[in-house]
């Protein structure tokens, strides 16, 4: 069985003041995308947003960012599946 569908697939928009923002990578925090500390111990570190002023940054829906919280538009690139034995191709 697969995953769960994610109810948000593109990102979503989060409007932020100006200053420094220490955004939740390991989805434990109980303050949504902002770090509580609620990682350590996990290895996981937050991620910190710098903005000069206030702007709205868009958030992964989908989690498969490798910019993790920030979108990257992953949602939108095909699925590349290859056979196993095609790995030269």
Not at 66 to 83: E, F, I
């Amino acid at each position: 069985m697969g995953e769960p569908a994610s109810p948000f697939v593109g990102p979503i928009p989060l409007e932020l003041p100006a200053g420094v923002h220490q955004l939740c990578r390991c989805g434990r925090s109980r303050h949504g995308w902002f770090c509580d500390g609620a990682h350590l111990g996990t290895g996981w570190v937050s991620r910190e947003l710098r903005l000069e002023q206030a702007s709205t940054v868009m958030i992964c829906g989908c989690a498969h960012s490798h910019h993790y919280p920030l979108c990257d538009g992953c949602h939108a690139k095909p699925a590349v599946s290859r056979t196993w034995w095609k790995w030269w191709a």
